[in-house]
């Protein structure tokens, strides 16, 4: 019923998977996509899913470990991206908020996978903090020519929503929306066309209420669902479903073989 468009299972806090993946399934979450935030972790992401049929990669270079990519490191990307379970280039994108490199090289390193999408024809999915305004501008260059567009954990208010959507792109909601004061996000919820939202863990990070302080994990993906169906005045089932059609069809995941 349900679709975890974005997890990070490489990550310590999943160590014992069988059980995390148990736990996701008694909760309807029968799908998830694992994310690469760099060449270790995409090829992590890579043997994950390869070794499970329920999930799904990415590659990618994170935001807070951009640099101006060699020809060398595109190439490995460029061969990471071409394996049979990677269903789109990502983390991508650009974080102002804690700027961990510098913003020019950000830019640059977000454009250089841009580029490689494009030549891949898989989707992307975008990390932005304090960025939407750089980030619309580069964005525009390419969103006619990309394959899919995914906006990772979206936070911007309603404008920039409608400024993402008229480009084609997808919004993902985390569990943040379940917070009291996440005000900004339940708008946007409640005035998307439910055809382009999908629904996100972020997990091990940003668990919803009532879990929230704690790790995140994909069963917990419930909660968001319930609260955006709340914001809608739609039954769980009718969000899960819509959401996970929306996952399948821009991730092209109908289309992907399964592990053998």
């Not at 999930?55 to 060398?72: F, K, N, Q, W, Y």
């Not at 379940?178 to 005000?183: D, F, L, N, R, V």
């Not at 809608?232 to 821009?250: I, K, P, Y």
Request: aromatic share 6%; net charge negative; charged share 25%.
């Amino acid at each position: 019923m349900l679709l975890d468009t974005h997890v990070h299972l490489d990550f310590p806090e999943f160590a014992e998977l069988d059980q995390v993946l148990l736990r996701a399934a008694a909760n309807g979450v029968d799908e998830m996509i694992t994310i690469g935030i760099d060449v270790d972790s995409s090829r992590q992401a890579i043997a994950l899913a390869e070794n499970h049929p329920e999930i799904h990669a990415t590659v990618g270079i994170h935001p807070h470990g951009a640099r101006i990519l060699s020809e060398t490191m595109l190439e490995e990307l460029r061969q990471l991206g071409r394996r049979p379970r990677v269903v789109a280039i990502g983390e991508i994108g650009l974080d102002y908020y804690r700027d961990r490199q510098p913003r020019t090289i950000q830019r640059q390193c977000l454009r250089q996978q841009l580029e490689l999408a494009v030549e891949l024809s898989l989707p992307v999915v975008i990390h932005v903090r304090d960025a939407y305004g750089d980030f619309l501008e580069i964005i525009r260059d390419y969103a006619h020519s990309l394959n899919g567009l995914v906006l990772h954990c979206f936070s911007g208010d309603w404008a920039v929503a409608r400024e993402c959507l008229n480009l084609g792109g997808y919004l993902s909601i985390p569990g943040t929306v379940t917070y009291a004061k996440a005000e900004i996000q339940q708008d946007v919820v409640r005035k998307a066309p439910l055809d382009c939202l999908l629904l996100e863990t972020d997990a091990p990070f940003l668990a919803p209420v009532p879990y929230r302080g704690k790790t995140n994990e994909p069963a917990y993906l419930l909660h968001t669902a319930t609260k955006v169906a709340e914001l809608r005045s739609l039954t769980v089932e009718d969000v899960g479903r819509q959401t996970t059609m929306n996952a399948r069809s821009v991730f092209h995941l109908s289309s992907q073989p399964k592990p053998s």
